[in-house]
């Protein structure tokens, strides 16, 4: 299974989350900033995890972007999982939600629920023990992704 992990990322951590993903996804999956993303870098990949900071309350700019520049079906075939980072805050927003819906509008399945991680102050580092909660989502991402069902159980956007 060709996999893809893409992020973006201002001060490191969502990268480190998507590194542990990639790492657990194996497969010569590799963590791929969106930042000066090849043309044609999603050709013939089966799996894509999209990861952002929240950045008042929503995906940056760049990952807006590249949502925004998926046709309709570019990613039918495609299981695909979002992710974000983010503070803790009593109102925090949302990222990975809204990516992975605008990846279910292009055609992707999802097979994971939106997950978010989280940062203690705005440059980070990654909260205690969320590393390893990278490694555990990327496992059960994996499960799914090799099962045949249409959509992941209670995975419903
Ligand atoms: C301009 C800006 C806006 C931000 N807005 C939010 C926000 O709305 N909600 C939130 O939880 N975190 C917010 N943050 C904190 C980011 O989520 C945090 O910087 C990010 O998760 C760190 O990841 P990175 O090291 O990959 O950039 C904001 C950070 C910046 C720099």
């Given at each position: 299974m060709s996999t893809l992990v893409l992020f973006d990322s201002n001060f490191g951590n969502t990268q480190k989350v998507a590194e542990a993903i990639a790492a657990e996804l194996g497969n010569g999956a590799t963590a791929t900033p969106?930042?000066?993303?090849?043309?044609?870098?999603?050709?013939?990949?089966d799996l894509l995890v999209v990861g952002s900071p929240i950045n008042a309350w929503k995906p940056t700019p760049r990952t807006q972007e590249f949502l925004d520049g998926l046709g309709a079906d570019t990613l039918r075939g495609v299981h695909a999982a979002a992710f974000d980072t983010r503070v803790r805050?009593?109102?925090?927003?949302?990222a990975a939600g809204k990516i992975s819906h605008a990846l279910g509008k292009a055609g992707a399945r999802i097979v994971a629920r939106p997950r978010g991680f989280i940062v203690?102050?705005?440059?980070?580092?990654?909260?205690?023990?969320e590393v390893e909660g990278a490694t555990a989502w990327a496992r059960a991402i994996a499960v799914a992704a090799r099962g045949a069902g249409p959509r992941a159980p209670g995975v419903t956007d």
């Open positions: 969106l930042a000066g993303l090849a043309k044609g870098a999603l050709e013939g990949v805050l009593f109102i925090h927003g949302d203690e102050g705005r440059e980070g580092p990654l909260a205690a023990g």
